[in-house]
């Protein structure tokens, strides 16, 4: 995996939250994405995030995601979270909000205008946090 630093602080973190999805997907989902991890070692963070917003579809790992009721883990849920707002265009954010609220997913309160407020200490990833299958 590319473990380059990007062009900021803002860019380099959004890499690691990248590999951390990744690593949280096998975790919880058993999902194996090895594209993902591929684009992630050629393209960085940001730049496979842009490619996989730049599809007019969602990626093989979105549905795999969704079907494992795991959509908090999606590149379009990272994208959209505040601290990384900088690093997307309108469009491309406009693109994530879009794809989650298709499948019924509102991203951290995005679609009422306030964010979620993560408690202290939480971390996706305890050993009692699993997705929940979605009703396909």
Same mark, same amino acid.
């Given at each position: 995996?590319? #473990?380059? *630093?990007?062009?900021?602080? $803002? +860019? #380099?973190?959004?890499?690691?939250?990248?590999? %951390?999805?990744?690593?949280?997907?096998?975790?919880?989902?058993?999902?194996?994405?090895?594209?993902?991890?591929?684009?992630?070692?050629?393209? /960085?963070?940001?730049?496979?995030?842009?490619? &996989? =917003?730049? #599809?007019?579809?969602?990626? #093989? /790992?979105?549905?795999?995601?969704?079907?494992? @009721?795991?959509?908090?883990?999606?590149? +379009?849920? &990272? $994208? =959209?979270?505040? +601290?990384?707002?900088?690093?997307?265009?309108?469009?491309?954010?406009?693109? !994530? =909000?879009?794809? =989650?609220? &298709?499948?019924?997913?509102? *991203?951290? @309160?995005? !679609?009422? @205008?306030?964010?979620?407020? $993560?408690?202290?200490?939480?971390? *996706?990833?305890?050993? %009692?946090?699993?997705?929940?299958?979605?009703? $396909?």
């Amino acid at each position: 995996m590319n #473990d380059e *630093p990007g062009t900021n602080d $803002v +860019e #380099d973190r959004f890499h690691r939250g990248m590999a %951390d999805v990744y690593q949280q997907a096998k975790d919880e989902c058993d999902y194996t994405a090895t594209r993902f991890l591929q684009m992630l070692a050629e393209q /960085g963070g940001l730049g496979t995030a842009r490619t &996989l =917003l730049g #599809d007019s579809k969602t990626s #093989d /790992g979105f549905t795999a995601l969704r079907k494992c @009721g795991c959509l908090h883990l999606t590149v +379009e849920n &990272l $994208v =959209l979270r505040s +601290e990384f707002q900088e690093l997307f265009t309108p469009a491309e954010r406009e693109t !994530a =909000l879009n794809r =989650l609220k &298709l499948r019924g997913f509102d *991203p951290a @309160g995005l !679609a009422t @205008g306030q964010e979620m407020k $993560v408690p202290k200490g939480f971390s *996706p990833t305890a050993p %009692d946090r699993r997705c929940t299958p979605a009703s $396909v």
